[in-house]
Structure formats: C-alpha cells, structure tokens
C-alpha cells in the first residue's frame, strides 16, 4: 500500500501569505476582500445586557493577545443594541434589524429537556426572512468565554464572512476549473460553489429532491452553478469537479455526463475540457495511526493511503490541531472515491489533495480545521438550513451566511 503526506496549503491575503489563517491577518497582511465598513445589530433580552456588551466589545475592540476585529480584518464597525423585556419577546424586536448586515442574537444555552423552548431555530427562520445573515451566541460563551481569544477570533471571522467577506484563498493557482459539492438530504439537493481559489467566487443553488439518498433534480442544481461560475471566469471553463457528499448513484453518473456533454454544446466549457464526480465520505471504518516511541496518537493532518487506482484514505484532520485521542477515540479519515471522469490519466491522489487543501480553506474557523472539505461541507449546511426554512434570497447567494 502506497502513502505519503500532502503539504499544507499556502493561504494567500491581500498582502501576503501564510499557512496559518491568525498569524497572518495578525501580522497585518489583511483580509483578502470584503467590506470596508460592518453594521452589526445585536438583539437579546435586557437581563444579560452587561455581559453581552462586554463579549461584543472585545469581540470588536480587542483585548490583550486579541487585536479585536476592527484591527485585524481592517474594517469599521458600527453596533447598535435592541434588547427586549425577556427572552419570550425577543421576536418582536426582530422587524428592528433591517438595515444591518449582520444580526447577532444572544440565546439561552441549549438544554435538551421536554419542556425547554427552542428558541434558535425560529429566530434563525424569521431573521432570515428579512434577507439578513445572523450569528447566535449562547449566554454560557458570554459569561465564560468573552477573554478567549480563540472564541472571539473565530466569531469575528463568522462576521465577516456573513457580512460578504472572503479573509483568505490559496496562493496556488488552480486554473479555470468549478469545484462543485452536492449533498443530498432534507428533501433537497443543493449544490455549493467554489470557483478560482485564489480569488475565490462563493454561490450555491438548491432544487427540491423528493428522493432520500439519491439526487434526482441533480442536472437542474449543477447546471445553474456553472452558468454561474463560467460568468464569474469571464469564459469558456477548462472542466469542472464535482464533490458528491456520500456515495453516488449510477444515475447521478449519468447526469453529470450529461451535464458534461451540454455544457460543451452551450459554450460553457472548451470543447476539451475535463471532468471528474468523486465521492468524499465521512464515515469509514479504518483508521489512520501515529505510532511514537510504542504510544498511539492520532495521524499527522495530510497523511494519506492509496487503497486502489480509484480510492484513498484521507486524514483531513489530526496533528497538531488534535495529537492526543479523545475520549471518542482517533479522529475519522475520509474516504476519497473517484466515481467517474472524462481523464483517468490524472490520478485520485491529485484529486484528494485538492480536497485536504480545501479542507483546511475552511471560513469558519481559523484554529480547527473540518473534516469535510469546503465544497461538501458548505453543501451540508446549506441543505440542513433550507430544510429547517431557513432560505436567504438570491443577493446572499455570494455570501457566506450558512457558517
């Protein structure tokens, strides 16, 4: 068995690159793209005004090893406070949100007992139908987190990604390829973009899936998204890549060939372009080991098995992030499966290390990066979202709001 590691991607920001997303913003380089000036409005009921202000203020201004985010992504911030009589009329503040761009909205913690309320899930809804991103934060992180600095980096990070901010892309040119991830769950299908990473263009689209695990409405989600990414390259496209959530079905083969093949008839893609529909599943059962002087810790991130000439065994995450095993044990690799291509000359090893890459590319958090790379995950979400009936409307198909 074949193996090796890949090494970890070089992230590019207005002014510089570096391989960790912190150090680099800290060091000045500046967010890659996005707005010059947030309006945030922070909506909670008034019996935790004290703390909430505490945590939006460090969050924002900063506090000792924490620049705050105002410094470290190079943007005015602008708050203002809507703060009901308690939690139950929290909802009747929500009209007095418009005009922002993002909503922060302090909860209580989630306490699984029958007669608890869930109050996130219906604010989410309703702050949505007004076409505004939001962020929630539970009371727990106000009262015990508001000097972490991971806590506070990684909550500015979701603002101004939810505001229309890119803070990073890969300094590795790719080419004029659309990297598409689809998952398939909630009675959808949706489909996530990522098109020219190191400038990267963000969309996504979804169609309703009466089928459970098989996408039928695959053709109608993945073609709107490389109308989209062929206008966003300013042209004709080299391939495409298709990320499937999962296992794929023989008809979903089918209809990427199709989409394939149309595509070059309407001028989409150049008459020989590429291809590729791989699966990346996220629960195997093997495992990847790191053996040091007899004691088992988990692998190095980017160490990977070569099964066969169509799979590999992936370790998107581990060392250093996470070395030693918790109590569930080792960390899951991800079994990276190449279903179907138009060119088995490129190997599934080129393929997953694209993968690992947009692993660790991940806008929601600077310090753990996710198992999934960007393109399933963010498909992941996004159906999870619109199946709850949470669906922004078409201006917040470039932002990132599911984080």
Known sequence: MLGGRFSRPVLKFKNGTSIYPFEGLALGLKPLKGPNKIHVKILSEKRVKRILERFIENVVGGFRNYPGLEELFHVSVETDYMLAEDIKKVEDEIPNLLGCSVAVVALPDKIKLPDMEDYYLPLKREISLLSIPSQMVEYSTLKNHAENRYVAFNFALNLYGKAGGIAWGLAEKIGNFA?????????????????????????????????????????????PILEKAAKSLGGKMNGFIVHRDGRTHWSEIEAVRRIYYSAIQNG????????????????????????????????????????????????????????????????????????????????????????????????????????????????????????????????????????
């Open 179 to 223: 990297f598409i991830g689809i998952d398939v769950a909630g009675g959808f299908t949706s489909a996530s973009l990522l098109a020219n990473p190191l400038d990267p263009v963000i969309a996504w689209h979804v169609e309703y899936n009466p089928s459970v695990e098989v996408s039928v409405s695959l053709e109608n989600t993945i073609y």
């Open 268 to 403: 989409l893609l150049v008459p020989d372009s590429f291809y590729a529909l791989l699966e990346v599943r996220k629960k195997v059962t093997p495992r990847i080991i790191r053996s040091v002087g007899g004691k088992f810790y988990n692998p190095e991130k980017g160490v990977y098995a070569i099964l066969d000439d169509k799979s590999v065994l992936l370790a998107t995450t581990g060392y250093p992030e996470r070395g030693i095993p918790l109590y569930h044990g080792l960390v899951r690799p991800i079994l990276v499966n190449l279903a179907d291509t138009s060119d088995w000359e490129i190997s599934v090893r080129e393929h997953s290390k694209m993968i690992y890459w947009f692993s660790q590319l991940h806008w929601g958090s600077a310090f753990y990066s996710p198992k999934l790379p960007i393109t399933t995950l963010y498909a992941h979400r996004i159906c999870q979202f619109v199946s709850m009936g949470v669906f922004p409307e078409e201006g917040r198909k470039t932002s990132l709001w599911f984080l």
